[in-house]
C-alpha cells in the first residue's frame, strides 16, 4: 500500500514480555517518528530518524525503550519487560523531507495491551 | 510546563455554530506549526497548516501570534462530521523536524 503501514494492529503483552513493533514507512520518506498515545492523550513524541540515524531519542521513557532503522527505511520499536504503564497506542509516522514544514503521515498504530 | 497546551475540552457545539480553538506553546525557537485531525481509535491526520499571515482552508481558519506564542483554529458553520479530537502541533527546533503535539481538543457537534 502507499500509506505508512504498522504490525502488528494489537498486541496482548504478558507483564516482563519483550514486544517488537514493525513501523514501514512511505517509501521515500526520510524522516520517521515513533509516539505514544494514552487513552484520553494527544501523541506523546518517543524519538526521530532521519534516513538511519536516530537525531533524538529524548522522548523514550525508560532504557527498557529502544528503536532502531538499520538501512533507513523499516523501523522497530522494542519494549523490553514490559509494564502495564505501557499500554497504549504507538504510532509511527513519516515525512518525505528533513524540512521544517514537512507533513507527517501516520500509521494506524499498534494497540499495546500489557496484562 | 508542556511544551503545547490547548485549551481543555471538550467542546459541544450545534451544527452551524463557530467555534474556536486556542494552543500556545513554549520554544520560542519553533518554525512549523500544524493543526491534525483525529478521529476516534484512528490516526492523526494533517488538517492543514499554520502560516504567519494567517491561512483559510474553507470553513477552517488558522492564526498565528508569534509574539504571544498562540495559534488558534477557528471553524464556521460547523458540520456533524467536524466532530473530532484536534490536535496543535508544534515543530521540536532541536530536533530538526520532531513534532510535538498537544493534548487534544474534543469537538462533538449535535444536530
Known amino acids: 500500500g502507499a500509506g505508512v503501514s504498522q504490525s502488528p494492529r494489537y498486541k496482548v503483552a504478558k507483564r516482563g514480555q519483550d514486544v517488537a513493533l514493525r513501523c514501514d514507512p512511505i517509501?521515500?520518506?526520510?524522516?520517521l517518528f515513533w509516539y505514544q498515545q494514552a487513552l484520553g492523550q494527544g501523541p506523546e513524541f518517543l524519538t526521530y530518524?532521519?534516513?538511519?540515524?536516530?537525531?533524538?531519542k529524548s522522548g523514550l521513557p525508560s532504557d527498557r525503550f529502544f528503536a532502531e532503522r538499520p538501512e533507513g527505511s523499516v523501523s522497530t520499536l522494542k519494549i523490553q519487560r514490559t509494564q502495564q504503564e505501557d499500554s497504549a497506542v504507538y504510532l509511527c509516522?513519516?515525512?518525505?523531507?528533513?524540512?521544517?514544514?514537512?507533513?507527517?503521515?501516520f500509521g494506524q498504530g499498534t494497540r499495546l495491551t500489557v496484562v | 510546563r508542556k511544551e503545547v497546551e490547548q485549551d481543555p475540552g471538550p467542546f459541544n457545539v450545534p451544527e452551524g455554530a463557530t467555534v474556536a480553538f486556542n494552543c500556545t506553546y513554549s520554544?520560542?525557537?519553533?518554525?512549523?506549526f500544524f493543526w491534525y485531525r483525529q478521529d476516534c481509535r484512528k490516526e492523526p491526520k494533517l488538517l492543514m497548516s499554520?502560516?504567519?499571515s494567517g491561512n483559510e482552508d474553507g470553513r477552517f481558519t488558522a492564526q498565528l501570534n508569534r509574539a504571544s506564542q498562540y495559534i488558534s483554529l477557528l471553524i464556521r458553520d460547523s458540520k456533524l462530521s467536524d466532530s473530532a479530537t484536534y490536535l496543535c502541533?508544534?515543530?521540536?527546533?532541536?530536533?530538526?523536524?520532531?513534532?510535538?503535539f498537544g493534548k487534544g481538543t474534543t469537538l462533538s457537534v449535535s444536530s
Open positions: 509516522a513519516s515525512s518525505l523531507a528533513g524540512g521544517y514544514s514537512s507533513e507527517a503521515f
Open positions: 502541533v508544534v515543530n521540536l527546533p532541536q530536533a530538526g523536524t520532531a513534532l510535538i
Open positions: 499554520v502560516y504567519s
Open positions: 530518524f532521519q534516513n538511519e540515524a536516530q537525531l533524538d
Open positions: 520554544n520560542s525557537a519553533s518554525q512549523s
Open positions: 517509501s521515500g520518506h526520510v524522516s
